[in-house]
T-cell receptor
Framework: DAGVTQSPTHLIKTRGQQVTLRCSPK?????VSWYQQALGQGPQFIFQ???????QRGNFPDRFSGHQFPNYSSELNVNALLLGDSALYLC????????????FGPGTRLTVL | KQEVTQIPAALSVPEGENLVLNCSFT??????LQWFRQDPGKGLTSLLL???SQREQTSGRLNASLDKSSGRSTLYIAASQPGDSATYLC??????????WGAGTKLIIKP
């Protein structure tokens, strides 16, 4: 059983560009959360998707948007990139075991120049 | 607003020592608490999940405790090894699945 997968592993963009990050949850998981982790900081919650809709959102501007597909995979889109968007972006999937434990992917390292 | 604090920010100990990492949170109304390990430039590895009804969890040389009333959790590492060197993060679960994270403790085990 594959765990949570994310693509790409690394990405370099310039200011003003747009980026799309992808996440596939663990088999059987239907909920996906996205987090941003700046260097030396703990992750910050961006949003969570369930049944193809955004269910919860953290304190991030509208430049950050997402999507969940019928197969439960998810995308994170960031428009008008800023230097401060440089971070590790983590995806987590949540199962139905009752503990709501979140399982994390390896992350996508985004560098904005 | 829930805030999570981890002290110290960094810790260096000789190999073989037992050590304790601390995590405190401001609101005791948490759902779960989870400890993670993160190697430099890498993603997160889950170590232990403690449900709100539990007091502790153990896995090998690791033991995590939870005291909701005092807003504290500790991660105990026995007989530390150089391979334990990493950043350790704790995260509390709000009831709506959202995780609130500490900034982590960077642990260095000296051979």
């Amino acid at each position: 059983d594959a765990g949570v997968t994310q693509s790409p592993t690394h990405l370099i963009k310039t200011r003003g560009q747009q980026v799309t990050l992808r996440c596939s949850p663990k088999s059987g998981h239907d909920t996906v959360s996205w987090y941003q982790q700046a260097l030396g900081q703990g992750p910050q919650f961006i949003f969570q998707y369930y049944e193809e809709e955004e269910r919860q959102r953290g304190n991030f501007p509208d430049r950050f948007s997402g999507h969940q597909f019928p197969n439960y995979s998810s995308e994170l889109n960031v428009n008008a990139l800023l230097l401060g968007d440089s971070a590790l972006y983590l995806c987590a999937s949540i199962g139905t075991s009752g503990t709501n434990e979140q399982f994390f992917g390896p992350g996508t390292r985004l560098t904005v120049l | 607003k829930q805030e999570v604090t981890q002290i110290p920010a960094a810790l260096s100990v000789p190999e073989g020592e037992n050590l304790v990492l601390n995590c405190s949170f401001t609101d005791s109304a948490i759902y779960n608490l989870q400890w993670f390990r993160q190697d430099p430039g890498k993603g997160l590895t889950s170590l232990l999940l403690i449900q709100s009804s539990q007091r502790e969890q153990t896995s090998g040389r690791l033991n995590a405790s939870l005291d909701k009333s005092s807003g504290r959790s500790t991660l105990y590492i026995a007989a530390s090894q150089p391979g334990d060197s990493a950043t350790y993060l704790c995260a509390v679960y709000l009831s709506n699945y959202q995780l609130i994270w500490g900034a982590g403790t960077k642990l260095i085990i000296k051979p």
